[in-house]
């Protein structure tokens, strides 16, 4: 499920939205603090350069000088993507092999955390923080070998973000008091955005892919039902027209996406040749965990993310193998448990959640029993093998919007008794758990299968619950079908999931903190209940995250967030479980390999060769 922004973001840097307070506001004893997060023995090459050769203007890579041949092969959990439109994909996995073939104005630098050009050459923002200017790179080419002009970028932000076309989640997280941005083409390679009000995500939105105008307009014009099916699964490889390094070649249903290199590509290494290095890109399908882990084993993968049980064998196996293992710090995204407090009808007039489960739900101190009873400690040392820290927020433990005030604690069944005594909860002979009408505590505890470390979680927090008398159904669920219920029918009672984050941007968790939000799982709202009632906590949320936006200044900004943390953290609507070390695994034969806790291992695909 994706948060919004769906770029990983480590490292520490909060841009203000006047251009004089980009470097001025970044809490500079905050990136010492996350430097020693994790240990790099390898600089990334920094300053890249623009070159202009023969009229173009390329980025120059200043990685050392790579050999053009090989094949990487990565790996994704689950069916596989649903759609390649990377404005109309709703999962992670589709985000990720669709974002691969498309660039942004902008990316994030992947130490310092800095927004630098991509398809842009270059960009200023105004002394009033409304005004972004962006240039554009001269005579780069779309795969087909038509030019990347300002129609392109006017056009994406207009008549497929701004329209509301696809997943509308980017449209959503720049909504200020009601009102869009507005872009203009000042000339075929000048775009200025313009702000209602100083706004400062902003700049990191400028990250949003691009699409070729002449490819996706026809589909854009017939509206949201056309677009919806444009580039689905099934489209042939050739009809994709891309802007990044890799273009599609083929795409096995439930076995593997594979790519090759763009040949129009904008980047060149120091020699002025054109970027990528390697021939091909693949991605295998794996059903699960397990045999992501035994195809790494078989040497079909060429790295992979190590969870924490099995770290320490690797680990011992590393120094006689072909791979390195590399510690990248903290996750950048959170796992939580959720209630379904809907308390909502259907078109039929029944309710969404069964009217005794919504009293369970609905009360603070029935959330905080459960949040009591949770072993996060037990779930640490025995599932992620003590590589991890228990969670208790919705920022991830490296984010510099970390609410430090908010103390973590250990699990107390005692305190979770006197919790449920205080709502009128009782216990039978039997030791079951009754509420005060006399209903006995059940409910259904999903989570999507295949992913082991959540079925896992589910396992002991099934066995922490029943500690409490509940009767708990634990069912993992087919990633899809979980995902069409929590945002589509809203037939669930309690899930185990996680988003991904930006850990220098809380605004990128718009979309699920708010009470208008697409990824507001806890009350979701379909179309027709934009306007019902909201929670008190959820008015108060909805304040802070509108403020947040607004304020310029990181201090101001810190503010407003700590208080959102400090709504959660007391009322439950998210229970935040623990968040895990990310390793990371790569064969040694591939070479300009350069680990950051924000890039992670293959940000820079364009430059990793196969010696």
């Not at 105004?126 to 001269?138: A, F, H, P, V």
């Amino acid at each position: 499920m994706r948060r919004a922004v769906y770029v990983i973001l480590v490292f520490v840097l909060i841009l203000g939205l006047l251009k004089a307070c980009i470097n001025r506001d970044i809490p500079q004893s905050e990136v010492k603090n996350q430097n020693t997060a994790s240990t790099f023995d390898i600089t990334y090459p920094d300053n890249q350069k623009n070159v202009t050769v023969n009229g173009v203007d390329y980025l120059q890579s200043q990685a050392p000088i790579g050999k053009f041949k090989g094949t990487f092969t990565s790996s994704v959990i689950g069916e596989g993507p649903k759609t390649f439109n990377p404005f109309n994909s709703k999962d992670n996995i589709s985000s990720i092999l669709s974002e691969i073939m498309y660039d942004g104005l902008l990316t994030t630098h992947p130490v310092t955390g800095q927004p630098i050009p991509r398809l842009a050459k270059s960009f200023s923002i105004s002394d009033d923080g409304r005004e972004y200017t962006i240039n554009l790179r001269r005579g780069i080419k779309w795969s087909d070998g038509k030019p990347i002009t300002a129609d392109d970028v006017v056009f994406t932000w207009r008549d497929i973000i701004f329209a509301g076309l696809g997943n509308t989640s980017t449209r959503d997280s720049i909504i200020i008091d009601g009102k869009l941005p507005t872009v203009e083409k000042i000339d075929d390679y000048t775009v200025k955005f313009v702000t209602p009000e100083p706004f400062a995500p902003f700049v990191r939105m400028l990250s949003t892919p691009i699409a070729p105008k002449h490819i996706f307009k026809p589909a854009a014009d017939k509206g949201v039902e056309a677009f919806d099916m444009f580039l689905s699964t099934d489209v042939k490889p050739e009809k994709l027209v891309t802007s990044g390094a890799f273009k599609l070649k083929e795409y096995v249903p439930a076995q593997r996406v594979v790519y090759e290199r763009n040949p129009n590509y904008y980047i060149i290494n120091k020699n002025n040749q054109k970027l990528p290095y390697l021939d091909r890109l693949v991605y295998l399908i794996v059903g699960d965990l397990n045999n992501e882990v035994l195809k790494f084993e078989a040497k079909e993968l060429d790295t992979i993310s190590l969870q924490g049980s099995k770290v320490a064998r690797y680990k011992a196996m590393e120094p006689h193998s072909d791979f390195t293992i590399h510690n990248l710090g903290p996750d950048t995204g959170t796992m939580y448990l959720a209630m379904n407090l809907n308390n909502r009808k259907n078109d039929k007039g029944e309710f969404y959640v069964k009217p005794s489960k919504q009293l369970w739900f609905n009360d603070v101190n029935f959330r905080k029993a459960v949040d009591f009873a949770i072993d996060r400690k037990n779930m640490v040392l025995n599932i992620a093998n003590g590589i991890g820290a228990p969670l208790f927020t919705p920022e991830s433990l490296n984010s510099i919007f970390l609410n430090k005030d908010l103390k973590p604690y250990d699990k107390d069944i005692e305190k979770s008794k006197e919790l449920l005594k205080k709502s009128g909860f009782v216990w039978d002979k039997q030791g079951r758990l009754l509420d005060k009408y006399g209903n006995r505590v059940e409910f259904d505890l999903l989570t999507n299968a295949g992913n082991t470390e959540r079925e896992a979680i589910g396992v002991m927090v099934k066995q922490d619950l029943e500690d409490l008398g509940m009767k708990v159904n634990f069912k993992p669920v087919e990633f899809n079908s979980l995902v069409n219920k929590l945002v589509n029918s809203l037939d669930w009672d309690m899930v185990i999931m996680g988003f991904t984050g930006s850990p220098l941007e809380p605004n990128g968790g718009k979309n699920v903190m708010m009470s208008d939000g697409t990824l507001h799982v806890y009350n979701m709202r379909l179309a027709k209940d934009k306007n019902s009632s909201r929670y008190d906590f959820e008015k108060r949320i909805d304040d802070l995250f509108i403020k947040g936006a607004l304020a310029t200044k990181f201090e101001e900004r810190k503010k407003y967030y700590d208080e959102y943390q400090k709504i959660v953290y007391d009322e439950k609507p998210f229970i935040y479980i623990y968040s895990p070390t990310r390793i990371v695994a790569i064969r040694n034969k591939f070479k300009n390999v350069f680990p950051t806790s924000l890039g992670g291992v293959t940000y820079n695909i364009e430059e990793i060769y196969e010696e």
